[in-house]
């Protein structure tokens, strides 16, 4: 993204796009990307428009899990085209950045990128643009629920308490900011041993749902450690692409969420 122009006012919503749903996490690495990527996927399978947006400035990882790397073109230096894998149009910040050099950005040049993603970026008819948020509670989620009228958002967490303690932030955050919490997905639930059947509870059991409970909003899916979910994502190939019961409950939590 070249330049950091100055963030208009009004709301950044898409001409084109129906719905804007985020995806968050109050810590990293519990798999909000996973969600997002599969999601995505998953509701494309169904032959939803759909478009990813992946705004974790600073981990990126949407180019890799979506198994794209090319640079988005922009034939007349102001609209950006898209890139489309898996059936989804997808945008990622990543793809404008070098992947090896640490993003230190302050708040206005966020806004500035941010608005780029969404305003310049062409992303035509869609039924639902996914938005892969960035862990915690910063900048660019304030200024996507302020700005870009977002219509809900989901909050991923582990069953860990450490992930649960901060998923209760980013609820708390979503609340303040009258930004309705479409639900929770628990993620990494459960370890279901390949070979002996045996359930392991890695990080822990029933925290998600007793703290969706508590708030008093959905549990929309419980997730396994799956090596296979893993080594899609890695790959470039969301497992929702393909068969199986990881691909169903995505498929299911997709026919949920547009219903
Ligand atoms: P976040 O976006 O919250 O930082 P990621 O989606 O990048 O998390 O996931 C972190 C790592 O965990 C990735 O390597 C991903 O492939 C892996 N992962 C996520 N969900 C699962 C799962 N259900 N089973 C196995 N590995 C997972």
Partial sequence: I???PKPQAGPMKPAGVKRIVAIASGKGGVGKSTVSSNLAVALAKQGRRVGLLDA???GPSQPRMMGVSKRPASPDGKTIIPLTAHGVTMMSIGLMLDPDKAVVWRGPMLMGALQQMLGQVEWGDLD?????LPPGTGDVQLTLCQRAALDGAIVV???QD????????AIDMFNTLKTPILGLIENMSVFICPNCGHEAHIFGHGGVRAEAEKMDVPLLAQ???DLDTRLAGDGGTPV???????????ARLARGLIE
């Fill in 56 to 58: 974790d400035i600073y």
């Fill in 128 to 132: 639902i643009l996914i938005v892969d």
């Fill in 157 to 159: 967490s582990t069953p």
């Fill in 223 to 225: 997730l396994p450690i």
């Fill in 2 to 4: 070249g330049g950091h």
């Fill in 240 to 250: 929702a692409a393909g068969e199986g019961e990881v691909a169903d409950a995505y």
């Fill in 162 to 169: 450490v992930a649960l303690l901060d998923a209760r932030k």
